[in-house]
């Protein structure tokens, strides 16, 4: 079994309920055991140019312990993502989705294919991934390029979007 953390965010629908149907649906999985939810934070969307809007997003960490290899748990990702009616077209960076999984890391994987890299090549940039991922495991040290605890990262983060902490929580 190896530890991943898994970001999730939407910004289309109901996005409560698409972050919940996420971590409902992990725990569905045999190969899959969720250890933790992060407390669900509001941000705004990143966007392509300053001028673009899009609602806001609601994110949060997932800590689990996984016996699926990186590539497996990907595929179980996409598989979440389509439940909650996202499709091929808005898998590119920046479109609004119903539901985004991404794996951030898994284990101590250091991996770049065509279809995934791990640690996420961009979790340093992304305050709305290192502030819940903080809440959950402020001392994990994140594996090779960063290299550095979650915190650290955190704290080294130049990401000036809005964040805010909601009330509403994911049920384990």
Same mark, same amino acid.
């Given at each position: 079994?190896?530890?991943?953390?898994? &970001?999730?965010?939407?910004?289309?629908? #109901?996005?409560?309920?698409?972050?919940?149907?996420?971590? /409902?649906?992990?725990?569905?999985?045999? $190969?899959?055991?969720?250890?933790?939810?992060?407390?669900?934070?509001?941000? $705004?969307?990143?966007?392509?140019?300053?001028?673009?809007?899009?609602?806001?997003?609601?994110?949060?960490?997932?800590?689990?312990?996984? !016996?699926?290899?990186?590539?497996?748990?990907?595929? *179980?990702?996409?598989?979440? $993502?389509? #439940?909650? &009616?996202?499709? *091929? +077209?808005?898998?590119?960076?920046?479109? =609004?989705? =119903?539901?985004?999984? /991404?794996?951030?890391?898994?284990? /101590?994987?250091?991996?770049?294919?065509? %279809?995934?890299?791990?640690?996420?090549?961009?979790?340093?940039?992304? %305050?709305?991934?290192?502030?819940?991922? !903080?809440?959950?495991?402020?001392?994990? +040290?994140?594996?090779?390029?960063?290299?550095? @605890?979650?915190?650290?990262?955190? /704290? !080294?983060?130049?990401?000036? @979007?809005?964040? %805010?902490?909601?009330?509403?929580?994911?049920?384990?």
């Amino acid at each position: 079994m190896k530890t991943a953390f898994l &970001g999730l965010g939407s910004n289309l629908g #109901d996005r409560l309920s698409h972050l919940q149907a996420a971590l /409902d649906g992990l725990q569905r999985r045999e $190969e899959v055991r969720v250890m933790a939810a992060s407390p669900v934070y509001e941000t $705004e969307a990143h966007t392509k140019t300053a001028d673009e809007s899009q609602r806001s997003y609601l994110n949060a960490v997932v800590q689990a312990e996984v !016996a699926s290899s990186p590539e497996q748990l990907l595929r *179980i990702a996409h598989v979440l $993502e389509q #439940d909650e &009616g996202r499709s *091929i +077209e808005t898998r590119g960076q920046w479109a =609004p989705r =119903p539901l985004d999984v /991404d794996l951030l890391v898994v284990g /101590d994987v250091v991996s770049e294919t065509d %279809r995934l890299t791990l640690p996420h090549p961009r979790l340093a940039e992304r %305050r709305f991934v290192l502030q819940p991922w !903080a809440d959950l495991a402020p001392e994990f +040290e994140v594996p090779p390029p960063q290299e550095k @605890t979650v915190q650290a990262l955190l /704290d !080294a983060c130049s990401d000036s @979007t809005s964040i %805010r902490q909601v009330e509403e929580l994911l049920r384990l």
